[in-house]
């Protein structure tokens, strides 16, 4: 099989493209200097040029708040052209096989915890990353409704928060969990006495390793259409990828500082914005058809730090 993955330099991208190839699958991939997927001559040129059997669409603009709210029409601009070109062009040029990764953040704001697939559209989204929500949610609609007209296989998984090696370490455009990790080790460089984090470190989060993900990946990429669809609907088709547990904000601080060797004080800037206070995925659809994590938060967070020692510590790194 020929798997064409969409954002293999990214975080998840990249381990879905190593996983492929371990089983033998020949993986194409661009470059964006090679392919900018905004561009829709581009795209469907590269399509109705190549020989795929599918697609993995793990391209996307990303960010954590401080990049949301301060680029929002980036955010929605570009995720909404990469996903409109990739899915038509796929479908254009025959391909019946397409995964598109999403995010937690299409969910409500308030939404009942943990939250299930069938929340989706319910009510108002988190306005620091609505644009890129928006966008996700399209992604979504653009999978089914290719489904319904033209008979496609276009499926969408919606990870949580994810981490790992490869992340994205930027001191200002990075998520959460790279940020923090970066911040306890130049304070610990520096022999800073105290560490300074955004919020009241009282909102919770998800984190799924990357390994996880991209093993659920193509776990629900393989799945046989029967499967699939006796576990889904034709308009709410998408299925959550969570670790099933979560950790408040100070408590995730807590175990970094462990890691890094960061013995100071940690303080909370209640001034700056917390985001949604609560983000736990229902992931009992997923777990019902046989797939579950393996990787534990705290032996994930030691190797995605050695992996940032060794990788990215020296320099800072560009946003995603």
Same mark, same amino acid.
């Given at each position: 099989m020929r798997i064409f993955v969409a954002g293999h330099r990214g975080?998840?991208?990249?381990? %879905?493209?190593?996983?492929?190839? @371990?089983?033998? &699958? @020949?993986v194409v991939c661009r470059t964006h200097a090679e392919l900018d997927l905004t561009d829709q001559k581009a795209v469907r040129d590269f399509f109705a040029a190549e020989q795929? !059997?599918? &697609? &993995?669409l793990a391209a996307a603009k990303v960010g954590g708040i401080h990049a949301n709210n301060t680029y929002p029409a980036e955010f929605i601009y570009e995720n909404l052209m990469i996903e409109c070109n990739v899915v038509h062009a796929a479908y254009s040029a025959g391909i019946q096989k397409l995964l598109f990764l999403g995010s937690s953040c299409i969910y409500p704001r308030e939404v009942a915890q943990p939250m299930r697939e069938d929340a989706l559209l319910t009510g108002i989204l988190e306005p620091t990353n609505e644009p890129y929500a928006i966008a996700k949610i399209a992604g979504i609609k653009l999978c089914e409704s290719y489904n319904r007209q033209y008979g496609t296989d276009y499926r969408s998984v919606m990870p949580t928060n994810l981490y790992g090696p490869g992340d994205n370490f930027h001191p200002t455009n990075s998520h959460v969990m790279p940020a923090l990790i970066r911040r306890f080790h130049e304070a610990v460089q520096a022999g800073a006495s105290q560490v300074a984090i955004w919020g009241t470190g009282t909102p919770r989060r998800e984190f799924l390793h990357v390994d996880d993900m991209a093993e659920a990946s193509l776990f629900v990429f393989d799945l046989d259409a029967d499967t699939y669809q006796a576990n889904t609907e034709a308009m709410l088709s998408h299925i959550n990828v969570g670790f099933g547990d979560d950790v *408040? %904000? +100070?408590?995730? $601080?807590a175990m970094i500082a462990e890691v890094t060797g960061y013995k100071g004080e940690i303080v909370f800037d209640a001034d700056?914005? !917390?985001?949604?206070?609560?983000?736990?995925? !229902? *992931?009992?659809?997923l777990r019902a058809m046989g797939w579950k994590p393996r990787v534990e938060l705290a032996e994930? %967070?030691? @190797?995605?730090? +050695?992996?940032?020692? @060794?990788?990215? $510590? $020296?320099?800072?790194?560009?946003?995603?």
């Open positions: 975080m998840v991208g990249g381990a %879905i493209a190593r996983k492929l190839r @371990e089983r033998g &699958v @020949e795929l !059997d599918g &697609v &993995v *408040s %904000i +100070a408590q995730l $601080a700056k914005p !917390d985001g949604t206070m609560r983000k736990l995925m !229902d *992931s009992g659809r994930g %967070i030691r @190797e995605t730090y +050695a992996w940032y020692l @060794e990788n990215g $510590a $020296a320099v800072p790194q560009p946003a995603a």
